[in-house]
């Protein structure tokens, strides 16, 4: 594929931007878990807001969850390209990768305790 001009070309870009706003897009609406992980950031932002914490922790393991995410959908649409018939090397690639968004969600919500509970806890009390 031909690179569509200099690296610092508007156009160039911009039709990177609609390839990338393609793929979110993809992803929004044929992963539910994406929307349910956009729909959780959303509220522990909202909630680092709401705290007055620092929103930079909760916004980077957000932001860490829903890359993951996208790299998974992408994995598994690669996987199944070159893999149509069931093979265990297959189902190796898309189980790791779906460990790699759990094992991020989890440590993000290790991150969002460690954050958000005391304040919440101070708010409360």
Same mark, same amino acid.
């Given at each position: ?18 390839? %990338? ?11 539910? =878990? ?28 957000? %932001? ?7 790299? =998974? ?5 690669? !996987? #199944? ?13 898309? #189980?790791?990768?779906?460990?790699? !968004? ?19 806890? %101070?708010?409360?009390?």
């Amino acid at each position: 594929m031909k690179s569509g001009g200099s690296a610092w070309s508007g156009r160039r870009f911009q039709r990177s931007a609609g390839f %990338a706003w393609a793929g979110l897009r993809y992803t929004y609406t044929t992963q539910p =878990n994406f929307r349910i992980e956009v729909c959780c950031a959303v509220l522990a932002v909202g909630a680092a807001l709401w705290l007055r914490v620092s929103v930079a922790p909760i916004v980077l393991c957000c %932001a860490l969850v829903l890359a993951l995410e996208l790299v =998974n959908t992408a994995v598994e649409a690669v !996987v #199944d390209l070159v893999s149509p018939q069931w093979h265990v090397l297959a189902r190796t690639a898309k #189980d790791a990768m779906a460990g790699a !968004v759990l094992v991020a969600a989890v440590g993000s919500l290790v991150v969002a305790a460690a954050v958000l509970l005391p304040a919440l806890w %101070a708010r409360l009390t």
